[in-house]
C-alpha cells in the first residue's frame, strides 16, 4: 500500500474561519510533509515533519500550524488565512533517509473568500 | 541556492513518438533526483528516482537518466500514448542538513494527441 489519504479534498473558507487540514499514511513512513501548489506553479514546501518532530519550517507565515500526533498522521491547523492562499496543498510521506522516495496524497484545494 | 530548470515548458506530439524531456540543476551536490507526473489537479505520481550514485532507472516505457557533473537529467518516454498527458515535474532531493528539500522545476505540460 503507497496511498497517502488527505481530507477534505476541497475547502472553502472565510477569513475569519478555523479549519484543519488532514493527512494520513500507514506505510510506516516516518517523514511527512506539506506543500503549497499555485495554479500553474510547482509545489513549495512549507513543513518536515521527522520522526513526529518538526525538522523543517520554510519560513511559513503563523497562520498556518502543523502538528504531527502521531506517526502516521500530519494536520495543517488554518486560522485568519487570506486570499493568496488559496491553493492545492499536498502532504507527502517518505520512509527514511536510505529510502527518501516522496509519496504524494491527492491534495486538498483551499479556496479562501 | 538550487535552481531547476525544465526545457521544453510545453510539448505536443503525435500518439506513437518518442520523446525527451529535459532538466538542469545548478548545484551538482544533490542526494537524488525524482521525476513525477501531476494530472490537472491532482497530486503527484512519484515515476523515477535515480540516486546520485546512478546513471539511470527504468520503468516501462520511461527511462530516466542523469549526469550529475553535468547538473542535468532526462526523461525518456517511448512509444507515446495520450494517456500519457500530464504535466512532468523534476525535482532535485538535497542532503546532509536540508534533508527533505525537494526542489522542483517549474514542468513540462504534455499533450499526446491521438
Known amino acids: 500500500d503507497t496511498e497517502v489519504t488527505q481530507t477534505p479534498k476541497h475547502l472553502v473558507m472565510g477569513m475569519t474561519n478555523k479549519k484543519s487540514l488532514k493527512c494520513e499514511q500507514h506505510?510506516?513512513?516516518?517523514?511527512m510533509y506539506w506543500y503549497k501548489q499555485k495554479a500553474k506553479k510547482p509545489p513549495e514546501l512549507m513543513f518536515v515533519?521527522?520522526?513526529?518532530?518538526?525538522?523543517i519550517n520554510e519560513s511559513v507565515p503563523s497562520r498556518f500550524s502543523p502538528e504531527c500526533p502521531n506517526s502516521s498522521l500530519l494536520n495543517l491547523h488554518l486560522h485568519a488565512l487570506q486570499p493568496e492562499d488559496s491553493a492545492l496543498y499536498l502532504c507527502?510521506?517518505?520512509?527514511?533517509?536510505?529510502?527518501?522516495?516522496?509519496?504524494f496524497g491527492p491534495g486538498t484545494r483551499l479556496t479562501v473568500l | 541556492k538550487q535552481e531547476v530548470t525544465q526545457i521544453p515548458a510545453a510539448l505536443s506530439v503525435p500518439e506513437g513518438e518518442n520523446l525527451v524531456l529535459n532538466c538542469s540543476f545548478t548545484?551538482?551536490?544533490?542526494?537524488?533526483l525524482q521525476w513525477f507526473r501531476q494530472d490537472p489537479g491532482k497530486g503527484l505520481t512519484s515515476l523515477l528516482l535515480?540516486?546520485?550514485?546512478?546513471r539511470e532507472q527504468t520503468s516501462g516505457r520511461l527511462n530516466a537518466s542523469l549526469d550529475k557533473s553535468s547538473g542535468r537529467s532526462t526523461l525518456y518516454i517511448a512509444a507515446s500514448q495520450p494517456g500519457d498527458s500530464a504535466t512532468y515535474l523534476c525535482?532535485?532531493?538535497?542532503?546532509?542538513?536540508?534533508?527533505?528539500?525537494?526542489?522542483f522545476g517549474q514542468g513540462t505540460i504534455l499533450t499526446v494527441h491521438p
Open positions: 507527502a510521506s517518505s520512509q527514511d533517509w536510505d529510502r527518501p522516495t516522496q509519496y
Open positions: 506505510m510506516g513512513h516516518r517523514a
Open positions: 515533519y521527522s520522526y513526529e518532530k518538526l525538522s
Open positions: 548545484d551538482s551536490a544533490i542526494y537524488n
Open positions: 535515480i540516486q546520485s550514485s546512478q
Open positions: 525535482a532535485v532531493h538535497a542532503g546532509g542538513t536540508s534533508y527533505g528539500k525537494l526542489t
